[in-house]
């Protein structure tokens, strides 16, 4: 069995020296911007679909004999991620002779991820305690960091091992980073909310020195409460062990703080968390003292609310922020008192730079909208959060929803209008070893038909294509394209996974047990990964 590489320890007090020298060193390999404008392009080539593009220029909608397709109009992709995916393929192009290793997922797609395996690129693997083994990276081999990036301390081992670093990291995920590092340097500790075991929010964490992370509104507001009246400090240490350093003490450490975020949370509640906190140090310490026990960060993207703001206009809804007792009655006492993280409100838009990408779509027009759709297809790996709530989108608004993660899931092992997917009470682990899956049968009704069509951030357009292009036949109708983009039998699929990547999902799967076994608060969400 696999043994964790113990990681040296970066003091906290040095992380942003280290990392800013450490990206300055020649061990730091840079993409310059004609290099990296090119791996853009050839990823579009390999990544992109001609059926969604054709949905794209019709406005997000096409009939195909008795099939109506309406595609969310924010899905797949998102910049982060699709700028991850083609520093990797640039990596294996710039470093065709080097071993090169993954240090976790590039990203949550099984699919992206066997690309890179059929590349010849190694993951980094798990262990069953949570660690990683990285005994098998040596001097001179090149170690890419995935798009949410990697803790302090293990790059503080890949210089040791002195290898070639690729840094994938997400910009908007370097940029918490640095407001982390900034709320740090004023002596405040950084709210983060997110999930505590998270691989960005594990590397967000290293770059504090005091923090507390927060998963929901719930949470937040008890540690709000505890702020104002320092009750039950006890159940308080115990609730959030894992959540906060070893050393914390919620009594001085909690006087000041910065509220970050993990990029994949929605942005509603973060935009609330942060107000909440505002309202709480005014109240405790008085507005005029606001600026030495509050800051306020712009660390939001808006590429997983954006998915989840069209399923639901997918559907003739509307997303409904979260609200917060305690907040509201904080701002009745506090009329007329602005805040600093309400006047905050320009955000990173992912969005803006996903349509540069992919181009523009057309805006269809009121009488070409069909009616409500009648099924939904969720594409996007198992293992992504960001993904299962758009089925928890479905299933809320009662329209039938399948998760699957390749269009294979469609007529595998059986009649064509047959779906294997992944409902909401199965485990990410358990779907990844193709555990708990369920197989509907007639999942497309007889005649004319409104299928919904959306996808996880870590799925490329591509796979989007292959899925209609599947659901279509399962209706006995051929589009007329130029490409297919269904994929030869003769080549290996995730369903029908090569040895190696099913050890690696194999590996994934003990360590999510073990973190089930450790924190069976946690183990049992969906939400475990995003």
Request: net charge negative; charged share 25%.
């Amino acid at each position: 069995e696999a043994q964790a590489t113990a990681l040296p320890i970066v003091d906290r007090d040095t992380t942003k020296v280290f990392r800013r020298e450490l990206q300055r060193s020649d061990q730091y390999f840079k993409f310059g911007k004609t290099q990296m404008d090119g791996a853009m392009k050839e990823l579009q080539t390999v990544s992109g679909s001609e059926m969604v593009t054709k949905l794209r220029k019709n406005g997000f909608r096409l009939t195909i004999g008795d099939v109506t397709f309406v595609l969310a109009e924010s899905y797949g992709f998102c910049w982060g991620v699709e700028r991850a995916v083609a520093m990797a393929y640039e990596a294996r192009n710039f470093f065709p002779d080097k071993n090169i290793w993954v240090s976790n997922e590039i990203i949550h797609n099984p699919l992206v991820n066997e690309s890179l395996s059929n590349m010849g690129m190694k993951f980094v693997p798990p262990t069953s305690d949570g660690g990683k083994d990285y005994s098998g990276v040596t001097k001179g081999d090149v170690v890419i960091l995935p798009a949410f990036g990697a803790s302090i301390d293990e790059m503080a081992l890949l210089k040791e091992r002195n290898v070639q670093i690729v840094d994938t990291t997400c910009p908007w995920v370097s940029k918490v980073w640095q407001s982390v590092e900034k709320s740090k340097e004023k002596g405040h500790t950084a709210i983060i909310h997110g999930k505590y075991d998270h691989e960005e929010t594990v590397a967000t964490m290293s770059f504090a020195k005091k923090y507390l992370v927060l998963k929901n509104m719930e949470e937040a507001e008890y540690v709000a409460n505890y702020i104002l009246t320092g009750e039950n400090r006890e159940e308080l240490m115990q609730k959030f062990a894992k959540a906060m350093p070893k050393d914390f003490d919620p009594d001085t450490d909690l006087d000041k703080v910065g509220v970050a975020n993990q990029t994949t949370m929605l942005k509603g509640e973060t935009e609330l968390i942060g107000k909440l906190f505002e309202r709480v140090m005014i109240k405790k310490h008085g507005p005029q003292e606001i600026n030495n026990h509050f800051v306020s960060f712009n660390t939001i993207c808006d590429a997983t609310q954006e998915r989840q703001d069209a399923m639901y206009k997918m559907f003739g809804a509307e997303y409904e922020a979260p609200s917060s007792q305690l907040y509201a009655e904080l701002e009745g006492e506090q009329v007329g008192v602005s805040l600093k993280s309400a006047a905050n409100q320009e955000k990173l838009s992912s969005k803006s730079m996903e349509d540069e990408l992919r181009g523009a779509a057309a805006v269809a027009a009121d009488d070409d909208a069909p009616q409500r759709v009648d099924l939904c297809i969720v594409v996007g790996g198992y293992n992504s959060s960001n993904t299962t709530h758009l089925l928890e989108i479905a299933e809320e608004e009662k329209v039938p929803g399948y998760h699957i993660d390749c269009a294979e899931r469609i007529g595998r092992g059986g009649p064509l209008n047959t779906i294997e997917h992944k409902p909401l009470s199965t485990l990410p682990a358990q779907a990844m070893m193709d555990e708990g899956l369920e197989v509907t049968e007639n999942f497309l009704p007889e005649g004319p038909v409104v299928v919904g069509i959306t996808s996880g951030a870590s799925t490329p357009d591509n796979v989007v294509g292959e899925v209609l292009e599947k659901i279509l036949a399962a209706k006995g109708i051929k589009a007329e394209l130029e490409y297919s983009t269904v994929r030869s039998r003769a080549r290996s699929t995730f369903c029908d996974v090569a040895p190696e990547f099913a050890r690696q999902a194999a590996a994934a799967a003990e360590r999510m047990a073990w973190r089930a076994k450790r924190f069976p608060a946690w183990g049992a969400s969906s939400d475990s990964l995003a």
